[in-house]
């Protein structure tokens, strides 16, 4: 990604996060921007495919992409 695109992005999402909680818990504290649908199976940086999640919710969420079949069914039991 160019210098440049990226800089305009990190200020986008500082203010979102600044007024935002988390999607999640409602933490205010820790929170993160989070692509509803991961950048890394193609989602995009469109503000519609952002939300905030705090640091907790994301590992959370992160670890349920990650997972194969048989894991996600266990994080599906444990919520
Ligand atoms: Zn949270």
Same mark, same amino acid.
């Given at each position: 990604?160019?210098?440049?695109?990226?800089?305009?992005?990190?200020?986008?999402?500082?203010v979102?996060?600044?007024?935002?909680?988390?999607?999640?818990?409602?933490?205010? &504290? %820790? +929170? =993160?921007? %989070?692509?509803i649908?991961? &950048?890394?199976?193609g989602?995009? %940086?469109?503000?519609?495919? +952002? =939300?905030?999640l705090?640091?907790k919710?994301?590992?959370?969420?992160?670890n349920?992409?990650?997972?194969? +079949?048989?894991?996600l069914?266990?994080v599906? &039991?444990?919520?």
């Amino acid at each position: 990604m160019e210098e440049k695109q990226k800089m305009k992005v990190s200020t986008r999402r500082r203010v979102f996060v600044a007024n935002s909680r988390c999607v999640s818990c409602g933490a205010t &504290k %820790d +929170l =993160q921007i %989070d692509h509803i649908y991961p &950048k890394s199976k193609g989602g995009s %940086d469109i503000e519609g495919n +952002l =939300q905030v999640l705090c640091v907790k919710c994301n590992i959370k969420k992160g670890n349920k992409f990650e997972s194969n +079949l048989s894991q996600l069914k266990m994080v599906a &039991k444990s919520w």
